[in-house]
Each structure stands twice: as C-alpha cells, then as structure tokens.
C-alpha cells in the first residue's frame, strides 16, 4: 500500500497543495493575521517539505530546515485560537480542490484529517509561550490510519 505521500502525489502534489492553501490563507481575513508580521520566501517549498515528511515522505525538512521543536515553536505562544484553526482548516479543504487531490475519497479523508489533527492537537498544544515547547521532537508521523 502506498504511503498518503506517494498517494498524494508525492513532493510535486505536496506542492501544489501548499501552494493553493498559502494562496487562500492569504485571502483569508482571519487567517491572515497569522502571517502579518510576514513569512520566509521560501514557505510554500518548506510547508510541503514538513507535509512530506509527516505523510510517510524523504525527511528533507529535518534534514534541512529542523524538528518539530521547530516548526512548533513557529506556532506556540499566541493564546488560543480556535477560530482561526476552523478557517485554516477551511483553506486547507478547498486547496484540497485547487491543488487536485479531491478526487480519491480516501486520499482527500487522510489529508483533511492529517490537518485538522496537527492544526488543533499538534500546532495549538503551546498556547502560554513557545518556550513550553520541548526539545528535540522528532516530526509527528501520519498514516491511512492516524497518528503513528
């Protein structure tokens, strides 16, 4: 059985992904607060590298970027934000549409729900201060089935 990465259509269908949503959270009213303070130019290349990874793909983001420790701490600090989590996931499920990968039922399901689990559990865990966040977390794995 082929992992949701390779389902998904591996690092170019990853990209496409990460672009569509960047593309709707930036016209998002909400969402887009997040990234008012800007982003790194390369963050759709990074995004899809980080989704890769989690979804069974080559671990270019540790390798070139750093850990979950990392990304988390990106996220960490900002009080509860629940809807904006609602509306990001919102974003992710219509460039789910934009990117192509609504077609296969099983692997539209597994990547909504990858991202509904790390926007919600993963991402908004650290509400207080990133610097609750632990060291050296390894990137979290996703499978047909979950977390793994």
């Known amino acids: ?7 998904a259509g591996g690092g170019d269908g990853l990209r496409r992904l990460a672009h569509a949503w960047h593309e709707r959270v ?9 990234f008012s303070h800007g982003f790194h130019p390369d963050h759709t290349e990074r995004l899809a590298a980080y989704w890769a990874e989690a979804l069974g793909g080559p671990a270019t983001y540790s390798a ?7 990304v988390v701490r990106m996220h960490s600090g900002n009080g ?3 809807e904006m989590d609602a509306r990001a996931i919102s974003c992710f499920d219509q460039a789910l549409v934009d990117a192509g990968l609504d077609a296969d039922d099983a692997v539209r399901r597994a990547l909504h729900d990858y991202f509904a689990w790390t ?9 207080r201060s990133a610097a609750d966040v632990p060291g050296g977390l390894p990137i979290a794995r996703w499978g047909w089935e979950g977390p793994e």
């Open 26 to 34: 930036l016209a998002d009213e909400v969402v887009s607060h997040a």
């Open 1 to 7: 059985m082929p992992t949701v990465y390779e389902a």
């Open 80 to 82: 509860p934000h629940g």
């Open 64 to 70: 070139e970027y750093g850990d979950e420790t990392t």
């Open 119 to 127: 926007t919600t559990h993963t991402m908004a865990r650290y509400t």
